[in-house]
Structures are given as structure tokens and as C-alpha cells.
């Protein structure tokens, strides 16, 4: 199966992987910076007001209108932080970090679920 082989600083983290026929992989890198002062202040602590993170995701087609969203750990990355990410066919996949049954009366109908079937 197709595979993202998450390395941060030469450390491998984890790889990533969809194992069905039919799903969807993605990672992103991204960049917050919020003024926490604007937020409502039950969740202030809750909240960093920067950060960088590397999120990989996927979802994976059970068949029919039955789907699961994946998710891997999420990390934290400082500036100057080397993120690679290798593209391979392996055999297995590390385990995501949580797994998410979508039901679908509550899933509508989007351009990436239509490329899915």
C-alpha cells in the first residue's frame, strides 16, 4: 500500500498508511498565531497562542457509504526543524492514534467522497 513515512530531524516517527482499496492520506504542516485574548476565556489555557504542528490523516473506505477517519499523533515542530516525508509501498502501516467510525446519516456528500467510489 501506499505509504508517508514521517522522519522530523532524522527521527523516524512513524509511517502512515490507508489500508484499504479506497481512502484518503494527508499530512499537513501548519503555522497558528491568535491573539488568546480574543478567545472566550474558559478555553484560554487550553489554547497556545503560536504553534507548528505536523497532523497526518486519513480516511479509509469500509465499503459502501461506510468510512473511518484515521489520525496519527500529531507533533509539534520548533523553527529549524527538518520534516521529510517519504512516499512508499509497504506491507504495513504504524497504527493511528485514534480511529473514527463516520456515520452516514452525518456525512455529506463532498467532492472527495464522490472521487472515493
Do not use: C
Amino acid at each position: 500500500m501506499l505509504a508517508f513515512e514521517i522522519w522530523i530531524n532524522d527521527e523516524k516517527i512513524y509511517t502512515a498508511g490507508v489500508d484499504s482499496d479506497l481512502g484518503i492520506l494527508t499530512s499537513i504542516l501548519s503555522w497558528t498565531k491568535r491573539d488568546v485574548s480574543q478567545l472566550p476565556v474558559e478555553v484560554r489555557s487550553e489554547v497556545s497562542g503560536e504553534e507548528l504542528k505536523l497532523v497526518v490523516n486519513g480516511q479509509r473506505n469500509l465499503g459502501g457509504n461506510q468510512f473511518e477517519n484515521l489520525q496519527w499523533k500529531g507533533r509539534e515542530v520548533r523553527q529549524g526543524d527538518e520534516i521529510r516525508i517519504a512516499i512508499i509501498d509497504a506491507n504495513r502501516v504504524d497504527a493511528p492514534e485514534t480511529v473514527t467510525k463516520i456515520s452516514p446519516k452525518y456525512v455529506r456528500p463532498k467532492r472527495s467522497d464522490i472521487i472515493l467510489h
